[in-house]
């Protein structure tokens, strides 16, 4: 990696592309303190992550407004070998462990800016921690939305890395070996076998078996069951007893959407409570049957073929994936849901791998002993290798693509996987009448957007699985002369595109989009049905930066005075009242996501949606802008 000045201006770029995000974080000098050294701590923990790199002397310009949507620009560090040296000495001693960081002061136009690349710890190295906090509190861990502290669980995670115990290893108290069913153990044998792997573990007899795979451990001379032996392969008695809620529960709910009425919000369940290889083979059986099929009998033949309407590989690998990775220790079910249009699988756990790698090679296993027989019988994937062999199974079918959604602050993890063919043939007619060579990427952004009216770089990457930088470059290109088919609105964190006039008048004139508040003519003009100051992407007044307002959206009013008055009492402390005050006042004067929120009152966009916007709209003191799509990456929160 070669630093200079097109380096770190590139890198500058990508800032005000997609805000501070998993790899790049910006800082002026003078926080050189315990802020710089979490990141620091937090580049060097993430697994899988590879480091990230560090800007000191780049700052948001000041007179940016209050949802960040000035640039980043460089303010220079006025002393850089003497902060260079600090920093460097820093990370020799205030880790548990030295951390020695490639540092590079790069001259720009502006000041000096020092680039500093943070390798991530070797996995016999983590935890990285600080030892003015001590653990787990020194340990801090890398996501999109910045630095966060660390829990028990990450230390189980690091340790888990190292070969040290994890949490499915645990012995199980009180359980025996009268707790193991023998016919689970039939079961592995019969799917190990089929594999074609493992010969030699075949001759194994049952108690040798169970300790080689870690299902149990020798206390006091006696095999006791481990967590992953339990839930392996035992008895459903000792699965009720030990893990009465880690079951899986499969749902059928009619429509598109969750119904909140809980006697009208399902037409089937079934409750799946076994060791886990007969688990996910009734959880697979369920949804296979309960599919819509079709049916074709080739010539010659006098037996049928059912077609179904997704490759089965793709369902078992999102059950396998939602079994083999949960968090055991939340006491919930893994939730198999199949709607009209899609199944979603939720699952408690968040994903250990930063959003941007899922897909890529490389796993980070939450139950490894688990994983590992998962693998050893071939019922998943290559490690780290499932959600991009999902994605490619569905781009072969012609399916909608995949969405995962990963939320570290619920602790949850979402597969949403698409039941309904991409392009149709009037998808097909219409992007090729576009009259652009278009990628298989562009088109599925191209059609995302004529079906939900906006898209972002985030958005992108889930669909696609780029990184962000291949996502940014279709974008651009998607925005630039003479393609023209996307615009560019909002900045940095809030950077969003939206179609523009030649999108528009590409479209069959019965095709809406939604958002857009008329219809668009031949010539590509947008006929507003709104109100001088709405936006036609929202409906509602546009979108927010500094001093004016304009049909486009491009610009419109700032937060009123009292508004600001009401931000500034609240501060860092506020109680609920107070917050829930503020959160009603700034949704009654526009629709506003839970970043933008995030961003005026100082919060994390995690903790405000668990501690307040959902339980409001719960509670009929907010609305949703989209609410038949509440997990819209779109979704915006208003006052009903």
């Given at each position: 990696?070669?630093?200079?000045?097109?380096?770190?201006?590139?890198?500058?770029?990508?800032?005000?592309?997609?805000?501070?995000?998993?790899?790049?974080?910006?800082?002026?000098?003078?926080?050189?303190?315990?802020?710089?050294?979490?990141?620091?701590?937090?580049?060097?923990?993430?697994?899988?992550?590879?480091?990230?790199?560090?800007?000191?002397?780049?700052?948001?310009?000041?007179?940016?407004?209050?949802?960040?949507?000035?640039?980043?620009?460089?303010?220079?560090?006025?002393?850089?070998?003497?902060?260079?040296?600090?920093?460097?000495?820093?990370?020799?001693?205030?880790?548990?462990?030295?951390?020695?960081?490639?540092?590079?002061?790069?001259?720009?136009?502006?000041?000096?800016?020092?680039?500093?690349?943070?390798?991530?710890?070797?996995?016999?190295?983590?935890?990285?921690?600080?030892?003015?906090?001590?653990?787990?509190?020194?340990?801090?861990?890398?996501?999109?939305?910045?630095?966060?502290?660390?829990?028990?669980?990450?230390?189980?995670?690091?340790?888990?890395?190292?070969?040290?115990?994890?949490?499915?290893?645990?012995?199980?108290?009180?359980?025996?070996?009268?707790?193991?069913?023998?016919?689970?153990?039939?079961?592995?044998?019969?799917?190990?076998?089929?594999?074609?792997?493992?010969?030699?573990?075949?001759?194994?007899?049952?108690?040798?078996?169970?300790?080689?795979?870690?299902?149990?451990?020798?206390?006091?001379?006696?095999?006791?069951?481990?967590?992953?032996?339990?839930?392996?392969?035992?008895?459903?008695?000792?699965?009720?007893?030990?893990?009465?809620?880690?079951?899986?529960?499969?749902?059928?709910?009619?429509?598109?959407?969750?119904?909140?009425?809980?006697?009208?919000?399902?037409?089937?369940?079934?409750?799946?409570?076994?060791?886990?290889?007969r688990a996910l083979l009734r959880a697979e059986t369920a949804v296979l049957d309960?599919?819509?099929?079709?049916?074709?009998?080739?010539?010659?033949?006098?037996?049928?073929?059912?077609?179904?309407?997704?490759?089965?590989?793709?369902?078992?690998?999102?059950?396998?994936?939602?079994?083999?990775?949960?968090?055991?220790?939340?006491?919930?079910?893994?939730?198999?849901?199949?709607?009209?249009?899609?199944?979603?699988?939720?699952?408690?756990?968040?994903?250990?791998?930063?959003?941007?790698?899922?897909?890529?090679?490389?796993?980070?296993?939450?139950?490894?002993?688990?994983?590992?027989?998962?693998?050893?019988?071939?019922?998943?994937?290559?490690?780290?290798?499932?959600?991009?062999?999902?994605?490619?199974?569905?781009?072969?079918?012609?399916?909608?693509?995949?969405?995962?959604?990963?939320?570290?602050?619920?602790?949850?993890?979402?597969?949403?996987?698409?039941?309904?063919?991409?392009?149709?043939?009037?998808?097909?007619?219409?992007?090729?009448?576009?009259?652009?060579?278009?990628?298989?990427?562009?088109?599925?952004?191209?059609?995302?957007?004529?079906?939900?009216?906006?898209?972002?770089?985030?958005?992108?990457?889930?669909?696609?699985?780029?990184?962000?930088?291949?996502?940014?470059?279709?974008?651009?290109?998607?925005?630039?002369?003479?393609?023209?088919?996307?615009?560019?609105?909002?900045?940095?964190?809030?950077?969003?595109?939206?179609?523009?006039?030649?999108?528009?008048?590409?479209?069959?004139?019965?095709?809406?989009?939604?958002?857009?508040?008329?219809?668009?003519?031949?010539?590509?003009?947008?006929?507003?049905?709104?109100?001088?100051?709405?936006?036609?992407?929202?409906?509602?007044?546009?979108?927010?930066?500094?001093?004016?307002?304009?049909?486009?959206?491009?610009?419109?009013?700032?937060?009123?005075?009292?508004?600001?008055?009401?931000?500034?009492?609240?501060?860092?402390?506020?109680?609920?009242?107070?917050?829930?005050?503020?959160?009603?006042?700034?949704?009654?004067?526009?629709?506003?996501?839970?970043?933008?929120?995030?961003?005026?009152?100082?919060?994390?966009?995690?903790?405000?949606?668990?501690?307040?916007?959902?339980?409001?709209?719960?509670?009929?003191?907010?609305?949703?802008?989209?609410?038949?799509?509440?997990?819209?990456?779109?979704?915006?929160?208003?006052?009903?």
């Open positions: 990696m070669r630093v200079d000045a097109e380096f770190v201006q590139g890198l500058i770029a990508e800032l005000n592309e997609l805000g501070e995000h998993t790899r790049v974080e910006a800082k002026t000098s003078s926080e050189l303190g315990k802020a710089a050294l979490e990141t620091v701590c937090a580049f060097s923990n993430e697994p899988n992550l590879g480091g990230g790199h560090l800007l000191l002397g780049v700052a948001k310009e000041k007179n940016t407004d209050l949802f960040g949507k000035q640039p980043y620009v460089v303010v220079g560090v006025p002393d850089p070998e003497g902060v260079s040296a600090e920093l460097a000495n820093r990370c020799a001693t205030e880790f548990n462990r030295p951390i020695r960081p490639r540092i590079t002061p790069v001259k720009l136009p502006g000041g000096v800016v020092i680039h500093v690349f943070v390798e991530e710890a070797r996995p016999e190295d983590k935890p990285i921690i600080l030892t003015r906090y001590g653990s787990p509190r020194g340990i801090f861990r890398r996501t999109s939305e910045g630095d966060f502290k660390g829990t028990d669980e990450d230390l189980a995670v690091f340790y888990g890395e190292r070969g040290g115990a994890t949490y499915d290893r645990e012995i199980v108290r009180g359980a025996t070996l009268d707790d193991i069913d023998p016919d689970a153990i039939r079961m592995y044998r019969k799917l190990l076998e089929e594999s074609g792997r493992s010969a030699e573990v075949l001759a194994f007899s049952d108690r040798e078996l169970l300790e080689a795979l870690g299902a149990v451990q020798k206390v006091d001379g006696d095999l006791k069951p481990t967590v992953a032996g339990l839930l392996l392969f035992g008895t459903r008695l000792a699965l009720r007893r030990d893990f009465a809620m880690m079951r899986a529960d499969y749902l059928r709910v009619p429509g598109t959407k969750w119904v909140e009425d809980a006697s009208n919000r399902y037409e089937a369940l079934i409750e799946i409570r076994d060791p886990l290889f309960d599919l819509p099929k079709k049916f074709n009998l080739p010539e010659d033949s006098l037996q049928r073929q059912d077609i179904l309407p997704l490759p089965r590989k793709v369902l078992r690998e999102a059950i396998v994936n939602a079994l083999m990775h949960r968090d055991y220790r939340v006491h919930g079910p893994t939730q198999i849901i199949r709607f009209a249009d899609r199944i979603e699988i939720h699952n408690p756990g968040y994903s250990l791998k930063p959003p941007n790698q899922l897909g890529k090679p490389g796993s980070a296993n939450r139950n490894p002993t688990i994983a590992s027989v998962f693998h050893d019988t071939d019922l998943a994937e290559t490690k780290g290798t499932g959600i991009g062999t999902m994605r490619r199974l569905m781009e072969n079918a012609e399916l909608a693509p995949p969405m995962f959604e990963s939320e570290r602050g619920e602790n949850r993890f979402v597969a949403h996987i698409p039941l309904t063919h991409f392009l149709s043939k009037d998808d097909l007619a219409w992007l090729d009448g576009i009259g652009e060579e278009l990628s298989a990427h562009e088109r599925v952004v191209l059609v995302h957007v004529r079906d939900e009216g906006t898209i972002n770089n985030e958005a992108v990457r889930k669909m696609t699985g780029l990184d962000s930088l291949a996502a940014s470059t279709l974008l651009r290109r998607l925005c630039s002369l003479p393609v023209d088919l996307l615009s560019k609105e909002g900045g940095g964190n809030a950077t969003f595109y939206r179609p523009t006039a030649r999108f528009l008048a590409s479209l069959p004139d019965d095709v809406t989009v939604p958002g857009i508040g008329g219809s668009h003519t031949a010539k590509g003009e947008v006929e507003s049905q709104g109100s001088p100051g709405k936006s036609p992407m929202s409906g509602g007044e546009s979108p927010m930066s500094p001093g004016k307002s304009s049909m486009s959206g491009d610009e419109s009013p700032m937060l009123p005075e009292e508004l600001r008055e009401l931000v500034e009492r609240i501060g860092g402390k506020a109680d609920d009242a107070a917050m829930r005050e503020a959160i009603v006042r700034l949704c009654q004067w526009h629709p506003i996501s839970a970043r933008e929120l995030a961003e005026i009152v100082g919060r994390r966009a995690d903790y405000l949606n668990g501690r307040y916007l959902r339980p409001m709209v719960k509670e009929g003191a907010l609305a949703l802008t989209i609410p038949d799509k509440p997990r819209s990456r779109f979704q915006k929160y208003t006052t009903p």
